[in-house]
Antibody, heavy 123, light 107 residues
C-alpha cells in the first residue's frame, strides 16, 4: 500500500520560505510523477507542481517564480520550497502521486495522497 | 488555464436518494476528467478517472459520464458515508485545475 507523509514547519513568517518534505513508503519513486497540491482553509484545491523521478519538473505558472520541487530517490522523498510567502499562502499542503494513466502529456490523476499539513503564514 | 465549474455548489439530500453533480470545462478536455471525494479534515480520494472509470475499491453506486466539456457524477443511492465534498479535476492540459467543489449535505 502506497503511503505519503508530509512534514515541515506549521508556521512560517511572511517573506520567508516555506519548506516541506514528503516521504513515500510502499512504492518505488521510479517511473512515477510526484506532486504538491494545496488547499486554503475552506477553499478549493490548487495544483502546485510535479517532479518526475528523473528530476524533470512542471510548475503551475501562477506560482512558478516562487516554487522549487526537488527529489531524493535514495531517501524516497521529495520536497517543496515556496519563497516570499504571504498570508495568501496559508493552506493545507498535500503531497500526492500523479498517476500517468494517459501515458502522454495528459491523462494524469492523483491516486495516492498524504494526510496534508497545515502551514500558516503569520508573524 | 482551463476553468472547471461545478453545479450545484451545495446540495441537500437524504439517504437513499439519487444525486447528480455536474462539472463543466471551459474548453474541450476529451475524457480527461476525474472526480474526488473529500471528507472534513481528510485528503481527497480518487473516485472516478477518465470520466467514467471507477477507481478500485469504490462502490458501484458511484458513476461518471460525459466527454468534451460536460460531465456528471451520479450517486445512485446515497449512503451515510457519502456526505462529503466532491471535486472534479481536468487532466487534459497543465496546469491541472479543479472545480470549486460541491458539498453534499444531509437533508
Amino acid at each position: 500500500q502506497v503511503q505519503l507523509q508530509e512534514s515541515g514547519p506549521g508556521l512560517v513568517k511572511p517573506s520567508e520560505t516555506l519548506s516541506l518534505t514528503c516521504t513515500v513508503s510502499g512504492d518505488s519513486m521510479s517511473s512515477h510523477y510526484w506532486s504538491w497540491i494545496r488547499q486554503p482553509p475552506g477553499k478549493g484545491l490548487e495544483w502546485i507542481g510535479y517532479i518526475y523521478y528523473t528530476g524533470r519538473t512542471n510548475y503551475n505558472p501562477s506560482l512558478k517564480s516562487r516554487v522549487t520541487i526537488s527529489i531524493d530517490t535514495s531517501k524516497n522523498q521529495f520536497s517543496l520550497k515556496l519563497t516570499s510567502v504571504t498570508a495568501a499562502d496559508t493552506a493545507v499542503y498535500y503531497c500526492a502521486r500523479l498517476w500517468d494513466y494517459g501515458g502522454s502529456d495528459n491523462g494524469d490523476f492523483f491516486d495516492y495522497w498524504g494526510r496534508g499539513t497545515l502551514v500558516t503564514v503569520s508573524s | 488555464d482551463i476553468q472547471m465549474t461545478q453545479s450545484p455548489s451545495s446540495v441537500s439530500a437524504s439517504v437513499g436518494d439519487r444525486v447528480t453533480i455536474t462539472c463543466r470545462a471551459s474548453q474541450d478536455i476529451s475524457s480527461w476528467l476525474a472526480w474526488y471525494q473529500q471528507k472534513p479534515g481528510k485528503a481527497p480520494n480518487l473516485l472516478i478517472y477518465a470520466a467514467s472509470t471507477l477507481q478500485s475499491g469504490v462502490p458501484p453506486r458511484f458513476s461518471g459520464s460525459g466527454s468534451g466539456t460536460d460531465f456528471t457524477l451520479t450517486i445512485s443511492s446515497l449512503q451515510p458515508e457519502d456526505f462529503a465534498t466532491y471535486y472534479c479535476q481536468q487532466a487534459d492540459t497543465f496546469p491541472y485545475t479543479f472545480g470549486q467543489g460541491t458539498k453534499l449535505e444531509i437533508k
